[in-house]
C-alpha cells in the first residue's frame, strides 16, 4: 500500500469517529472546528499512532514506518487537534485563573455546612476576625475580606495555577511530536565497517541502498578482543580516530554500550569481522633451499627450480574450527593442483587417521616434493559502527519534561477557595468555614478541618 493510500484510509476512519460523535452525541453539524476539537479525534489519533508505533517495530528494517508520509501526516493532525483544543478552552481556564474571590459571594455555602464545619468563640468578633485573617494569610498569602457591621466575611486561595497543567501537557506533546519530525526529517541512522588502519568518510543509510557522506573521518586505530576460556567473545573495543581538515578533532576508543559523539552525530559499537585480508607467513620445502614468503590473499610468487606459480586464493583464521588455514593454487607445466595448508596439521592428521586419503585437499604436501607448510596468520579485523544523528532528541526531552511538569500539576493540584463567615451568635463569636475545589474533594474536606483545628487552637488532627 503507498503512504498516499495508508493516510488516506486512516484520515478516513478518522473522520469516521469524530462523525460519530458528532451525530449521535452532540447532534450537531461537522464543521472544521468540531472536527479539530474532538476529543475522540485525539483518542482516536492515539490509537493509530500507537498502533503505527507496535507496526513499525514488526515491519522489515527496509520498510521505515516512522519516516513514512502518513505516519508523519498522523502525527501533524494530532499536533492540530491538541493546538484547536487548547485556544477552545484557553479562555475558560484563563477567566477561571483571574477571577478575583468574592468573600461574601457563595453566601449560600453557609446555609447548610455540617457541624464540625461551624465553632463558637468566647473571643470578640474583631479579635477572632484578626486571628483568622492572619492564619489565612499565613496559609494562602493574599486574602479577600468584606466587613460589615453584623458579619465579616473572608477568602483566599491557592492552586490557580492548576488550571493550566492541562496545557502543559498539550505543549508537551506538540514539542515531543516537533522534536521526532526534526529527528525524521533532519536525522539519519547508518552504519559503516572499518578495517584496521583504515578511513572512512561516508556511512551507509540504514533501510536504503545509498551513502551518507560525513563532514569528517573516521579512522579505525586498533581493534582488540578479550576472550572467555572457552573461546567466545567477552569484550572488544575500536581505538578511533576523528579528523576534519587535518585536524584532530577527537581520538579515543569506542566500546560497547560507549558510544562516542562527535559533532552532533553519535558512534555505537555494533559488531566486528574478520576483514578478509589477513596475512599469511608460509614456508615452502623441499627444494635446494627454503622459500618463506609472507602473503595475502591474490599474492603470487614462484617455487625456485620447480617451474611452477603459486596463487593465494584464501587466508582463514579459522577453518571449520581446525585453526588458520592458507589455500593455494600451484601451476605448473605438468601439473595443477589447489590444496589447503593448515597451521595445525599435524594435530588434525593424528586426530583423524587417513584423513589425507579422504579428503586430497587437506595435504600440504599434495605438490609433491615439495610441502607447503603455514608458520602464522595475522588478521586484520574490521569494526562495525553504528552512526545516528537525531537533532529533535533534546527537543523531546525538553518536551517530556513539559508534560511531567504538566501531569504533577493535574493529578497533585487543584484549585482551592477558603471561605470564612465571621458573625455573633447566641452571646459568641460564631466561625464558620467552607470552601470549593476543581479537584481533589477529600483533600480540600481535610484542609478545612486542619484550618479550623489552627482557629480554635488545637493541634491539627491531620484527617
Request: aromatic share 12%.
Amino acid at each position: 500500500m503507498s503512504c498516499t493510500g495508508g493516510a488516506a484510509i486512516i484520515f478516513g476512519v478518522v473522520s469516521v469517529l469524530a462523525n460519530k460523535e458528532n451525530t449521535q452525541e452532540k447532534k450537531k453539524p461537522v464543521t472544521v472546528q468540531s472536527f479539530f476539537t474532538s476529543v475522540r479525534l485525539t483518542i482516536s489519533l492515539l490509537i493509530l499512532i500507537a498502533a503505527a508505533a507496535a507496526l513499525g517495530t514488526f515491519v522489515p528494517p527496509s520498510v521505515d514506518v516512522y519516516h513514512s508520509f502518513w505516519f508523519l501526516a498522523l502525527l501533524g493532525l494530532l499536533s492540530l487537534n491538541l493546538i484547536a483544543c487548547s485556544l477552545e478552552r484557553f479562555p475558560v481556564s484563563w477567566r477561571r485563573f483571574s477571577e478575583k474571590t468574592d468573600p461574601d459571594r457563595p453566601r449560600s455555602f453557609f446555609d447548610l455546612l455540617p457541624a464540625d464545619q461551624v465553632f463558637f468563640s468566647r473571643d470578640e468578633k474583631v479579635s477572632e476576625a484578626a486571628k483568622v485573617e492572619d492564619l489565612l494569610r499565613k496559609r494562602y498569602g493574599r486574602v479577600q475580606k468584606k466587613q460589615m457591621a453584623e458579619v465579616a466575611f473572608f477568602s483566599a486561595e491557592k492552586g490557580a495555577f492548576s488550571h493550566f497543567g492541562v496545557y502543559a501537557v498539550h505543549l508537551g506533546v506538540l514539542v515531543i511530536i516537533a522534536g521526532a519530525m526534526t529527528g525524521a526529517l533532519f536525522g539519519f541512522k547508518g552504519y559503516v565497517n572499518i578495517a584496521e588502519g583504515d578511513t572512512a568518510g561516508a556511512v551507509l543509510l540504514k533501510g536504503e541502498k545509498q551513502l551518507k557522506n560525513l563532514d569528517f573521518a573516521v579512522r579505525l586505530d586498533r581493534f582488540t578482543m578479550d576472550f572467555y576460556e572457552n573461546g567466545m567473545p567477552k569484550t572488544y573495543r575500536s581505538d578511533l580516530t576523528f579528523m576534519k581538515e587535518g585536524r584532530v578533532l577527537y581520538q579515543g576508543p569506542l566500546l560497547v554500550n560507549h558510544p562516542i559523539d562527535v559533532e552532533g552525530i553519535r558512534f555505537y559499537q555494533s559488531g566486528y569481522g574478520s576483514a578478509g585480508d589477513g596475512e599469511a607467513s608460509l614456508r615452502v620445502r623441499g627444494g635446494k633451499k627454503d622459500v618463506l614468503k609472507k602473503v595475502r590473499v591474490g599474492d603470487r610468487f614462484e617455487i625456485p627450480g620447480a617451474k611452477a606459480d603459486v596463487r593465494v586464493l584464501r587466508v582463514e583464521e579459522d577453518l571449520m574450527g581446525m585453526g588458520p588455514a592458507v589455500k593455494v593454487h600451484v601451476r605448473s607445466a605438468k601439473r595443477d593442483v589447489q590444496f589447503w595448508a593448515f597451521h595445525n596439521i599435524r594435530e588434525i592428521e593424528t586426530q583423524n587417521p587417513g584423513l589425507f586419503e579422504k579428503v586430497p585437499q587437506f595435504n600440504p604436501g599434495l605438490f609433491a616434493p615439495y610441502v607447503f607448510e603455514l608458520q602464522g596468520v595475522t588478521v586484520r579485523y574490521y569494526s562495525g559502527l553504528q552512526v545516528t544523528r537525531d537533532p529533535g532528541a533534546p527537543v523531546v526531552a525538553a518536551g517530556a519534561f513539559f508534560m511531567m511538569a504538566g501531569f504533577m500539576v493535574v493529578f497533585f493540584s487543584a484549585h482551592r477557595r477558603i471561605y470564612v463567615r465571621i458573625n455573633e451568635a447566641e452571646g459568641m463569636t460564631r466561625v464558620a468555614v467552607t470552601g470549593s475545589t476543581s479537584g481533589n474533594k477529600p483533600g480540600l474536606e481535610r484542609e478545612v478541618r486542619r484550618f479550623i483545628d489552627e482557629c480554635r487552637g488545637k493541634e491539627p488532627s491531620g484527617r
